[in-house]
């Protein structure tokens, strides 16, 4: 069994900071991608950013410039710095990770979601 923990959400002004962890924990043999989603109202769930298990990172184009992913795998944690967060930033975000278990079988697991809030 593997579980998701995510933490760092919440309200901020335009152009603010939020720094997002996600911490993957359980019988855990390897995690290869990790990654950040995040989905608005009415909208269908985007890809915000990935990082390999060997660090090759990629980025939505509306993020780029503005938010850094991480990981750290002596800790199966990833991170993501979010920068000049703007309005249209305000979604729902959730951590992703592909996880090979202890038994050796792979699957992908899902945090359960922390709000962001971008508004004056």
């Known amino acids: 069994q593997v579980q998701l923990v995510e933490s760092g959400g919440g309200l901020v002004q335009p152009g603010g900071s939020l720094r997002l962890s996600c911490a993957a924990s359980g019988s855990i043999f390897s995690i290869y991608t990790m990654g950040w989603y995040r989905q608005a109202p009415g909208k269908q769930r985007e890809l915000v950013a990935g990082?390999?298990?060997?660090?090759?990172?990629n980025y939505a184009d509306s993020v780029k410039g503005r938010f850094t992913i991480s990981r750290d795998n002596s800790k199966n944690t990833v991170y993501l710095q979010m920068n000049s967060l703007k309005p249209e930033d305000t979604a729902v975000y959730y951590c992703n990770a592909n996880v090979r278990s202890t038994m050796m079988s792979v699957a992908d697991y899902w945090g359960q979601g922390t709000q962001v809030t971008v508004s004056s």
């Open positions: 990082i390999t298990h060997v660090g090759s990172t």
